[in-house]
């Protein structure tokens, strides 16, 4: 008897050595295993606990159960269980004279817990209350009246252990406690049993892991993605190439939603584009498509079709499903453009690259001796670079496959931009291309730039750094700059390069510009930067271009001569107005913009002037005294100052400014002149007067020379040391 459970648990356990484990088993076992319904058949042999009545009995149970898991908690499975208990008598018949054997026929509701350790094995335990009928079927009553059996309460608990040989077939190993009660006068078979038994389950149902079993609650209404461009590849990452739409066929929510996109060879690894907790039956959802693209979008040439995957992962009734779906467009190659967003642009303009960096620096190396301190250092570099561009031979050329005028027109056209690098290897192209070849110079060395669109062209524009209210230092008439957040900007016509001088190129840029003023809607200012915060540039891997860079005397003429111009526009309103009102104090400030800007001998006329009107003018004496140190003949300035300084000092008025100023100046010429001690002197001096203007002089307290200076080091190490390398200091009339 007791052998029998044994042999039962040792077969229970051989058999499921024979089962192959599941390699990658679902996460949640019970829900993607979840049956609507299950059947089992159950036998078991029970032995009575305390009640030595029933030793005279052999207990056994046969019983069915109907299991229904619950939707939404699979493990808790409600239950209705009826069967037979048989109670069959070996007791001895001389001594009862009766056959007690009997049986309870019962049926009754239960619950049970199930849970699954793996695929094949599961662990649970349940219980039960039901109705019996006892019915003694062997008595011999003297009298019968028919009634041999009484009402009675059972209650049963049972551990289980089951093995699953598949997804219908469960077979498991029942230890079992069951107690009766009986309801009549017959109350001798009340109490405990306990057994272990075996039962045999069908699950209705379908195999999640069969084959045709495959779940495509997914169906994929629209997926599209149009041409995509190698040089938008940072753009992508944020916004979308193109749009999918995928419906949920199933009658039930879609759970853990997760949507990426892949491209193979031109990604390591998907871009993950989107989660939905759900998406309830039959509902549509459109998710924007974006890609993370690595560098080998720039190895292709011209236009390669693509054949891309959309992967959508997500749980139905708590099984993982994953359906894929293929999209195909076409890439185009790193120098493709359509101009849908003339924002685009910004992309090609690389100030990182390497080959244009290093051909900035070759030009402000070319022009360093012809550099004016009085004038922006950002457009006598947009002087500079335009000057060194017509003498590398850069000229305007129409592209002959996509003219601007015709791609900008139609958004739909493909065009194609040069990168920098690439312009200055082939020294032609059209305005797109001059355009990003003219910024990116700029840029390199940290100068703003903008680019404009007008109807069928496109050209560049810089920040002079000047404050609007400082026009006069850029250009005397207002409208040749345009006034952007409190500085002025200079418009370039770029394609004129090689044919015409900088100045035309202004003049023509910010008439090409003005010429929508009445319809500004027309055209477009796209400052660089802002630009590039949704089209970064294209990274471009970094070669040596071994490119011949021009006669650096020839950049160096033609910056004069563009300078020269320059100068001689912004100094003819004060020459108009001297000669217009002939008084000192305009023949002053003529001289002195004279100075400033380059022009010594219109400079020195202008304070001999002053000094014909009024011999005594001491502003007009200290002036020449600048220009002398300007021209670099510092004896005669120190000369002119020290004689300037005994003449304030024989004055009981002299303006504290005009004293301040020519310390300043003597001490900057001592300085100049290597005369250390005098110059530290003239500076304390200065700082009793006025501590703040004198810190930008802070300089000439050291021993450090004037070329160690303006190149930001010297003896002392201290960069903040160039911060005192100021000009010379001018005196004019208030």
Known sequence: ?????????????????????????????????????????????????????????????????????LPGLPVVQPLLRGGIVNYAFVGDLETERQDWSHRHIFVGPGAGYSLRISREFEVGAEGFAAITQSVFNKLDLPADDGSRGQLNLMGGVAARLALNPSYNISIGVTPALRYLRGLGSLDVYDGFTFGIGFGASYRFGRDPDAAQAEVRAIRFVEAEIPPVFAAMQSYYVSEPLGAVTIANTESTALTDVDVSFVQPGFMDSPTFLVHYDEIEPAAEITVPVRAAFNDQVFTTQGVTPLNGEIIVAYSVRGRPAEQRHSITYDLHDRNALTWDDD????????????????????????????????????????????????????????????????????????????????????????????????????????????????????????????????????????????????????LVEITLVGRSGFMEAWSTGIAEYRQYDENPQARGFYPTAMAQEVFRPVALRETDLGLQYGDEDAIARRFTADLDQLTGAILQPFA??????????????????????????????????????????????????????????????????????????GR????????LSLYLNISKTQHALGHFDEARGYLTRAEEIDATEAARFSYLGTGVDEDTVAAGAGETGRASAAAGAVPILFFADE
């Open 1 to 69: 008897m007791k052998t029998k459970p044994i042999l039962s648990i040792s077969l229970f356990v051989f058999v499921a050595t024979l089962l192959p484990a599941q390699s990658s088993p679902p996460a949640n076992l019970n829900s993607y295993y979840r049956f609507p319904l299950s059947a089992t058949v159950s036998y078991q042999q029970l032995s009575g606990i305390g009640n030595r009545e029933l030793a005279d009995f052999t207990i056994s149970e046969i019983a069915g159960e109907l299991r229904v898991p």
């Open 343 to 490: 924002r685009k642009v910004a992309a090609f303009i690389t100030p990182q690259d390497s080959a244009v960096r290093n051909y900035a620096s070759f030009v402000r190396q070319a022009t360093r001796e012809e550099q004016n301190d009085y004038l922006s250092a950002n457009l006598q570099f947009a002087m500079q670079a335009y000057d060194a561009l017509t003498e590398l031979g850069i000229l305007y050329q129409i592209d002959p496959t996509s003219p601007f005028v015709a791609a900008q027109e139609n958004t739909l056209v493909v065009d194609s931009i040069s990168f920098p690098r690439e312009t200055l290897v082939r020294r032609t192209g059209d305005c797109d291309d001059l355009t990003v070849l003219y910024n990116t110079m700029l840029q390199a060395v940290g100068i703003q730039t903008a680019f404009v669109t007008v109807p069928g062209h496109i050209f560049s524009a810089f920040n002079t750094g000047v404050a609007s209210q400082d026009h006069g230092t850029v250009h005397p008439d207002r409208t040749m700059t345009i006034d952007l957040d409190g500085q002025l900007w200079v």
């Open 576 to 649: 108009t107005r001297a000669n217009e009102t002939g008084r000192a104090r305009d023949w002053n400030a003529y001289g002195i913009a004279a100075a400033q800007f380059g022009s010594s001998r219109r400079a020195r006329q202008a304070f001999a002037r002053v000094l014909e009107i009024e011999p005594d003018n001491l502003n007009a004496q200290l002036n020449l005294g600048s220009l002398h140190y300007l021209d670099e003949d510092y004896d005669r300035a120190l000369r002119t100052f020290l004689a300037a300084e005994e003449t304030l000092d």
């Open 652 to 659: 009981r008025r002299a303006r504290e400014s005009t004293r």
